[in-house]
C-alpha cells in the first residue's frame, strides 16, 4: 500500500507566499494599467470627438537638406495647435479638467484641479491640417524651396488622432546670383555705394525670407543715420527675380509707399533735458522749475539731485547735428545704464521742414530704499540652510549716480552625509560696503571704444566670519577696487588691480589640529596670511543680446587670471628684507603673505533639441602655482570637486587629488571632516534636459574629473599630477534628476552613482559591472543625493 505523500508546513508556506506574492504583482499590474488608462482622460471624450495627440513631419528629398537645423526651429513654430502635453502615455492634464466637472465656485479645490492641474482637451477638430500644409509650404518657400510640396494624412485610434506630414523636397534650393540697391540712389544720394560692403546678403547663398527682413532692418537703420528721422523698414521691399535660370535669384531692394517726410533730412534744434519728470501730469508745464544752460543744453530741474555734468556726459545728441538713429539710442541706453531713472523718454517734434525739437525726460528711481531678504542657499560644497540679509541702498550716493550698498547677511548651513553619524554645521556673518561710480576712476587713462555701455569703477570693504561647528572659526576682510566695463551685448570685462584679503583661523578643535597636524599642505594654507591679489575675468555668453531669433545653439565662456605677492615679493628682495625664521618668509605688518598665479576656464555648449529638450555640456580647466613667498596656494583659492554642481557621484570636495584614497585618513574616524583641494582640475558634465509635465522637468546625466596636487604630499600619496597617469585617474559617475523650474526659482534633485572611482587599484576602478539598483546594500554605499537651488550649470 502507497502512502501518501507528506506535505510539511513549510512548504505550505512557501506555496502560500509564491501564491501571494504573484497575486501581489499581478495585482499590481493590473492596477497600473487601470491607472494609465483612467488617466489618458480618453474615457471622458464626447462621441464624435477626438484627442489630438500631434504631428509628425517627414521629409523626402534627393540629396541632403543644408538648412535642415533652420528649418526644423522655424517649422515647429507653425505646428499649431500643441497637443496636451503628455506624460508617459498618460494626459493628466486632461484627466484633471475633466474630472473637476464644473466648479460652482471660482476658488476652492474643484476649481484648483480645473485651472492649475487641468487643461481643456485639444481635439482632432481644433486643427486645421489643410492650413497648417499651407504654412509648412510657405516656411519651405521661404527658405529657397519655391517648388516643394506638402500633404497630410490623418490616423485615428479610438477616441485619439494624430496628423502625419510630409514634405516633399525634390529640388535644391534657390541660391542668390546678385544684389542691386541703385533703387536708393533716386531719393538718398549715393546710400548705396556703401551698402554693400556690410550686406548680410552675399552672393551663392541659399534664398531665406528672415535674412531679407534683417537687411531692410540693417538699410532702414542706415538711411536714419543720415538724418532721415522719418524713415522706416516698412517702406522697403525686396524684389526676387528666379526667372534668371540655374536655380538662382537676383535681388532688387526698392520702395513701397514712402511719404514725402521720410524723404528730408533733419537736424536737431533745441535739446532739453527734463529732470524730476513725473509720468501723472505734465510736469514740463506745471510746479516750480529751475532752468539752466549748460553747454547748450536747456536743463529744467525741481531738486538740485544730480550734477548736471553726469547727465549731460550720457547725452549723445548735440544741437544743429543731423539726426542719427544710433544717436538717439545710445542716449537711451546710457541714461538707463546710470540705474537712477525709472523711466527714460526721448521725443522728438517737428520744427519747421527740417528741424526737430528735442526733450529728453527722466523719471528717477526712489533715491534710498531698505531691502530684506529670507532665502535658502546651496552651494557647491553641498552646504544648504537658511540665510537672512539685510541692505541699504542709495542710488545717488554723491549726486553722480553713484550706487552705495551696505549689507549685513548671516547664514546657518548644514552639509549632511550619508556615511557621517551627524551632519556638518556651519554658520556665516558678514557685512559689505561697496560703492560704484559709473565711469572709470583711474590715475591713468583707459581705453575703452564703446560708446554704448557705461563703464564702471567699484570699492567694497567687506568683513566675513565662518564658522564649522567643532572644527575652526575663519575671519576674513577683504578690500578691493576694480573695474567693470562690456565691449559687447555678448562680451564682459572684469578687472581688479588691487584686491587685497586678510584670513584669520581660530577656534581650533582637537579634532581639527590634529588633522593639520598629519596634513602640512592643509595647515599651510589655511595659515594667517595676506592676499595681495590682482584678478582678470572675461565672460562671453551668446545667450544674451540675440533679439530677433531663437538661436539653437549657445556658448557661454568664462576665463579669469589670479595673481598674488608678486609686486611685494620683488620689492622686498630687491630691499633685502629680512624673512621669518619659521619657514624663511616675508612678512607685512607681521604675517606672512601668499605668492601664486592661477587661471581657470569655464566653457558650456547648449543645444535646443526643440522647446522642451536640450542637451547641455561643461568643460572646466584650472590650474594654480604657488612660488617665492609661498609652497601652497591659499585654501580659498585651491580647486575641489564631488558635489551638487560637480560630480554628483562622489559626496562634496571628496574627490582627489589624482589616486589618494580619503579612506585612509577616516578609518578612525567615521565623522571626519570631507575637505580635498588641489592646484590643478579638469572636469567636464554632459547633461539631457528634458519636460515633464508643466514646471516639472527631469535629466540624464554624467560627470567626469579629478583634482591633482603640482607638489607631492607625503599626507596624500598618488595625488600628484602625471602626464603618464592622470588620465588614468579620473572619477566617472552619472545618474538622473528632478528640477522644479518656475524660471524665477529651480529646485534640483540629482540622484548619482559612481562609475569609476580614482582611489581603487588600477585595474579595479571601473566599477559599472557592480552596479545593483535593486541592492539596498549597493544603494546605501553607492546612491548619492544632491538637492540644490538653480542648474548646475
Known amino acids: 500500500m502507497k502512502s501518501k505523500p507528506h506535505t510539511t508546513h ?48 517627414k521629409f523626402k528629398h534627393n540629396g541632403g537638406i543644408p538648412n535642415r537645423s533652420q528649418l526644423e526651429t522655424e517649422i515647429e ?57 499651407l504654412n509648412l509650404k510657405t516656411v519651405l518657400q521661404n527658405n529657397g524651396y519655391f517648388e516643394a510640396n506638402v500633404e ?112 528730408k533730412v533733419y537736424r536737431l534744434d533745441t535739446i532739453t533735458i527734463v529732470n524730476q519728470y513725473q509720468l501723472t501730469r505734465d510736469s514740463t508745464t506745471r ?35 543731423l539726426y542719427r538713429r544710433i544717436d538717439h539710442e545710445l542716449t537711451l541706453s546710457r541714461l538707463t545704464d546710470l540705474g ?83 551632519p556638518v554645521n556651519a554658520y556665516e556673518l558678514g557685512s559689505e560696503a561697496s560703492l560704484t561710480i559709473p565711469r572709470f576712476i ?36 577683504n578690500i578691493a577696487y576694480g573695474y567693470s566695463w562690456r ?24 579634532l581639527f589640529e590634529s588633522r593639520l597636524q598629519n596634513d602640512p599642505y592643509l595647515q599651510r594654507s589655511l595659515r594667517n596670511q595676506f592676499i595681495l591679489g590682482s584678478r582678470y575675468t572675461f565672460t562671453y555668453n551668446s545667450q544674451t543680446g540675440e533679439q530677433d531669433e531663437r538661436k539653437k545653439d549657445n556658448i557661454y565662456f568664462a576665463g579669469s587670471l589670479d595673481f598674488s605677492g608678486n609686486l611685494a615679493y620683488l620689492t622686498q628682495r630687491l630691499a633685502k628684507s629680512k624673512e621669518n625664521a619659521s619657514d624663511k618668509a616675508y612678512e607685512i605688518a607681521g604675517r606672512p603673505y601668499s605668492q601664486y598665479s592661477r587661471a581657470d576656464v569655464d566653457l558650456r555648449y547648449y543645444h535646443d533639441i526643440d522647446s522642451k529638450n536640450q542637451y ?57 571632516f570631507i575637505d580635498q583641494t588641489g592646484d590643478i582640475k579638469l572636469e567636464t558634465n554632459v547633461e539631457y534636459r528634458f519636460g515633464i509635465i508643466g514646471y516639472l522637468k527631469g535629466a540624464i546625466f554624467a560627470d567626469a574629473g579629478n583634482i591633482w596636487l603640482v607638489r607631492s604630499d607625503t599626507a596624500r600619496p598618488g595625488g600628484e599630477f602625471a602626464w603618464n597617469r592622470f588620465y588614468k585617474e579620473i572619477a566617472v559617475g552619472t545618474g538622473l534628476g528632478l528640477r522644479l523650474d518656475a524660471s524665477f526659482f529651480v529646485l534640483r534633485l540629482d540622484a548619482a552613482f559612481p562609475l569609476r572611482i580614482p582611489y581603487l587599484p588600477e585595474n579595479n576602478r571601473w566599477v559599472i559591472q557592480n552596479v545593483n539598483i535593486f541592492n539596498s546594500r549597493w544603494r546605501s554605499n553607492n546612491l548619492i543625493f544632491n538637492i540644490a537651488i538653480g542648474y548646475p550649470f
Not at 289 to 309: Q, S
Not at 388 to 406: D, H, M, P, Y
Not at 450 to 457: A, L
Open 10 to 57: 513549510h512548504q505550505k508556506d512557501s506555496v502560500y507566499l509564491g501564491l501571494c506574492k504573484f497575486l501581489c504583482s499581478r495585482s499590481c499590474l493590473l492596477v497600473w494599467i487601470i491607472t494609465i488608462t483612467a488617466c489618458t482622460g480618453t474615457r471622458f471624450i464626447p462621441e464624435g470627438k477626438y484627442l489630438y495627440t500631434g504631428a509628425d513631419l
Open 77 to 133: 513654430a507653425v505646428m499649431k495647435p500643441a497637443p496636451n502635453k503628455s506624460f508617459l502615455g498618460m494626459r493628466p492634464t486632461v484627466w484633471f479638467y475633466y474630472i473637476a466637472g464644473t466648479p460652482k465656485k471660482k476658488k476652492g479645490l474643484r476649481n484648483f484641479i480645473k485651472t492649475k492641474l487641468g487643461r481643456p482637451p485639444v481635439f482632432l477638430s481644433d486643427v486645421s491640417p489643410e492650413r497648417t500644409s
Open 152 to 263: 497630410f494624412a490623418v490616423t485615428k485610434k479610438s477616441k485619439t488622432a494624430a496628423v502625419d506630414y510630409t514634405a516633399y523636397i525634390i529640388t535644391p534650393p534657390y541660391r542668390i546670383r546678385d544684389i542691386h540697391y541703385e533703387r536708393l540712389d533716386s531719393v538718398y544720394g549715393n546710400l548705396s555705394t556703401g551698402l554693400p560692403k556690410e550686406s548680410l546678403l552675399k552672393t551663392n547663398d541659399i534664398y531665406k525670407l528672415a535674412t531679407l527682413e534683417k537687411e531692410i532692418k540693417r538699410v532702414a537703420e542706415t538711411v536714419r543715420d543720415s538724418g532721415f528721422y522719418y524713415f522706416s523698414s516698412n517702406y522697403l521691399i525686396f524684389n526676387a527675380d528666379s526667372s534668371v535660370g540655374k536655380r538662382q535669384v537676383d535681388l532688387y531692394l526698392g520702395f513701397e509707399n514712402i511719404p514725402d517726410q521720410a524723404k
Open 287 to 321: 510746479g516750480k522749475y529751475a532752468t539752466d544752460t549748460i553747454e547748450g543744453y536747456k536743463y529744467r530741474y525741481r531738486r538740485n539731485d544730480f550734477r548736471p555734468e553726469i547727465i549731460l556726459n550720457s547725452v549723445n545728441l548735440h544741437k544743429d547735428s
Open 340 to 422: 537712477v531713472f525709472k523711466f527714460v523718454n526721448i521725443r522728438f517734434t517737428p520744427k519747421g521742414d527740417s528741424l526737430l525739437r528735442v526733450r529728453i525726460l527722466l523719471t528717477p528711481l526712489l533715491k534710498k530704499s531698505l531691502r530684506f531678504e529670507v532665502q535658502i542657499n546651496s552651494k557647491s560644497n553641498n552646504f544648504v540652510g537658511p540665510a537672512v540679509t539685510a541692505s541699504f541702498i542709495n542710488r545717488n550716493f554723491l549726486k553722480g549716480a553713484e550706487l552705495f550698498q551696505f549689507q549685513i547677511n548671516g547664514a546657518y548651513e548644514v552639509q549632511a552625509n550619508a556615511k557621517q553619524q551627524s
Open 442 to 477: 583711474s590715475p591713468f587713462h583707459i581705453p575703452y571704444s564703446s560708446h554704448r555701455y557705461m563703464p564702471q569703477t567699484t570699492m567694497k570693504v567687506g568683513f566675513k566670519l565662518q564658522n564649522r561647528v567643532d572644527y575652526f572659526l575663519l575671519n576674513s576682510l
Open 487 to 510: 565691449e559687447t551685448a555678448k562680451k564682459n570685462h572684469t578687472l581688479y588691480p588691487a584686491d587685497i584679503t586678510f584670513f584669520q583661523l581660530g577656534n581650533i578643535s582637537e
Open 616 to 672: 547641455a555640456v561643461r568643460f572646466i580647466a584650472g590650474a594654480g602655482f604657488a612660488y617665492g613667498n609661498a609652497t601652497t596656494m591659499p585654501y580659498v583659492k585651491q580647486f575641489s570637486s564631488g558635489g551638487s554642481n560637480s560630480i554628483r557621484a562622489f559626496r562634496a570636495r571628496s574627490v582627489g587629488p589624482g589616486s589618494f584614497d580619503i579612506r585612509t585618513l577616516q578609518n578612525t574616524n567615521t565623522n571626519y
